[in-house]
């Protein structure tokens, strides 16, 4: 069974463009979050999305969104960056929301970095 | 809210040594406690989880206990080899909900 699927792995960008993150769930999964991971703040939940509805959203400005589509994939976007947005993206897919096991399963994340 | 206090170390520790990471925990309700493993260049990969009090999780020689009295999901291990360095992070998550608290991560080093 193929992995959650990160792409790009690695992008450069400049201050002020934006950026668009994808990723592939496992297959039969259709929940989906987002996580920034820093050297200062650790892993930090951005948001969740469930059958293509945002079911929950963490603490960052309106510059980070999401959706999701009908297969469970899903996309984040960060526009204006800022040179704070450099960070690894993770991306962590599970079967159901709120399901007895409860892990999540990650990607390998898209580092990104604003210059 | 619901939150995961581990220690941070970095922990650097001699080949067969024995491991303790702590890891204390904040919530309300019945949460699901884990240990991910993050290698360098890598994302998160479960260790090990624990889903109800008085639980035992455990995979490759380690092992946490989830225990309600003391808030707390210590990870161990009763012999290091070097392949066990890595940083690993302690997470929580609320129940019915998939957003995972996780501590600050404790980098560790074992040396031959």
């Known amino acids: 069974k193929a992995g959650v699927t990160q792409t790009p792995r690695y992008l450069i960008k400049t201050r002020g463009q934006q950026v668009t993150l994808s990723c592939s769930p496992i297959s039969g999964h259709r929940s989906v979050s987002w996580y920034q991971q820093t050297p200062g703040q650790g892993l930090q939940f951005l948001f969740e999305?469930?059958?293509?509805?945002?079911?929950n959203k963490g603490n960052f400005p309106g510059r980070f969104s999401g959706r999701q589509f009908s297969n469970s994939r899903s996309e984040m976007n960060v526009s204006t960056l800022e040179l704070g947005d450099s960070a690894l993206y993770l991306c962590a897919s599970s079967p159901v929301v709120g399901a007895p096991t409860g892990e999540l399963f990650f990607g390998e994340g898209s580092r990104l970095t604003v210059l | 809210g619901d939150s995961v206090t581990q220690m941070e170390g970095p922990v650097t520790l001699s080949e067969e040594a024995f491991l303790t990471i702590n890891c204390t925990y904040t919530a309300t309700g019945y949460p699901s406690l884990f240990w991910y493993v993050q290698y360098p260049g890598e994302g998160l990969q479960l260790l090990l989880k624990a889903t109800k009090a008085d639980d035992k999780g455990s995979n490759k020689g380690f092992e946490a206990t989830y225990r309600k009295e003391t808030t707390s999901f210590h990870l161990e291990k009763g012999s290091v080899q070097v392949s066990d360095s890595a940083v690993y992070f302690c997470a929580l998550r609320p129940y019915n909900n998939n957003d995972m608290r996780f501590g600050a991560g404790t980098r560790l080093t074992v040396k031959p």
């Open positions: 999305y469930f059958s293509e509805t945002q079911r």
